[in-house]
């Protein structure tokens, strides 16, 4: 006896505890489980009935039968025991790669190059949508179990690795190469390096950015995450639409933020709540307010975000600014900025002279905490 995938995703969902089918649709909505297993709303009470028929789940309770969208079921033991073996059979089974594009790619020499190469364009703009979608559902349900980190890891990196063979192959289609293509951290790299254990010095330009204003614990506020996702949505956005009008590409920058607080202690204490914030992403010279607001609005026609209508093109000059690199937690940025509040600055005749602004180098979701590389930069003038 077989199980097909959405089969053994129902059985899972109901090996966890008894559900009936409206439960197991929020379950599978929440967790955004359709991400990666072709599972309708309606399909589940087809499934729910054909596991009951092969005795592998049976409803919960006595007396009259409820209606079928409101019946309980649980798992039998013959369920569980063929749950069991399928995962484990799952587990280590290689599933054949029969994705549509490779037949596209077969097909693609009856094509015009340019067709082929708007047609990659645009698979490039939808992962970038749909890996910023499964990193906002990963975001919304932290912290999460070993298990379900892993299901997003997976999501993530298969995601990320059809990207970078779309753009590969619509670099060799076009004649691109990596150098064609604009990357903040290489055309600015005394801006995004610093050294570990000295402060140093540097004299940052005027600079433009997508960027987005909000308040509050960036570890607990929804509008924080809704905050970063608009504006990776936008900058996707953007780095293909360049490609498609403009014939220009550039990477994606990093996260950077810039904080300010009434009182700078609370950056020492990390007294989060009191904190307002601005998310940034550095943008090429040649992107224009037109592109951000084209970018804005096409963004907002796929996606119900909020934070989506504050993102903006803003431009920042910072000026003569101390920095260092910070290799470990968030929370243990503390001390650092004691010694630059403290020591570094009055010791040097210094004061602030804008927002604390981080550029935060590593990914937390795949970054252990002690080994996070955060940027941490303070604007400063002559006190």
């Not at 975001?139 to 990320?160: R, T």
């Not at 290799?327 to 927002?355: A, K, M, V």
Request: charge should be negative; hydrophobic fraction near 45%.
């Amino acid at each position: 006896m077989t199980l097909t995938d959405a089969e053994l995703t129902v059985l899972g969902l109901l090996l966890e505890q008894p559900r009936h089918g409206y439960e197991l649709e929020r379950v599978i909505e929440q967790r955004g489980i359709r991400a990666w297993t072709a599972l309708g709303f309606s399909s589940i009470y087809y499934l729910l009935d054909k596991l009951a028929g092969r005795g592998l789940i049976e409803a919960v309770g006595e007396g009259p039968r409820p209606a079928k969208s409101r019946a309980t079921y649980r798992v039998t033991g013959v369920g569980r025991d063929l749950c069991a073996a399928a995962t484990l059979e799952a587990l280590s089974a290689l599933t054949p790669v029969r994705s549509r594009v490779l037949v596209a790619m077969a097909n693609s020499p009856g094509l015009a190059e340019q067709d082929v190469a708007a047609g990659l364009t645009r698979r490039l703009a939808a992962l970038g949508e749909q890996l910023a979608e499964v990193r906002a559902a990963r975001a919304a349900q932290a912290p999460l179990p070993a298990a379900a980190v892993a299901i997003f890891d997976y999501c993530e990196a298969m995601l990320q690795a059809d990207a970078a063979w779309a753009e590969r192959t619509l670099g060799a289609l076009t004649k691109e190469t990596a150098l064609d293509r604009y990357d903040v951290k290489k055309a600015r790299r005394d801006l995004y390096t610093a050294p570990s254990k000295d402060f140093t010095e540097v004299d940052v330009p005027e600079l433009r950015y997508l960027a987005v204003d909000g308040e509050g614990d960036p570890n607990t506020s929804p509008a924080y995450t809704e905050a970063v996702e608009a504006l990776f949505t936008v900058a996707y956005t953007l780095k293909f639409a360049g490609k498609k009008t403009l014939d220009r590409d550039f990477v994606v920058g990093p996260l950077e933020g810039l904080w300010r607080a009434a009182d700078p202690s609370v950056f020492i204490t990390r007294d989060k709540a009191a904190w307002a914030w601005t998310m940034l992403i550095s943008q090429p010279d040649w992107i224009t307010e037109e592109m951000v607001r084209a970018a804005v609005a096409e963004a907002a026609r796929k996606k119900d975000n909020p934070a989506l209508a504050a993102v903006g093109l803003r431009t920042l000059a910072e000026g003569r600014s101390v920095q260092i690199l910070h290799i470990g937690s968030y929370d243990d940025e503390g001390p650092i900025l004691d010694r630059l509040h403290r020591g570094y600055l009055p010791e040097r005749g210094l004061t602030f002279n804008g927002d604390h602004h981080e550029i935060y180098l590593s990914d937390p979701r795949r970054t252990e905490p002690a080994k996070l590389k955060t940027i941490l930069r303070q604007p400063v003038k002559p006190a």
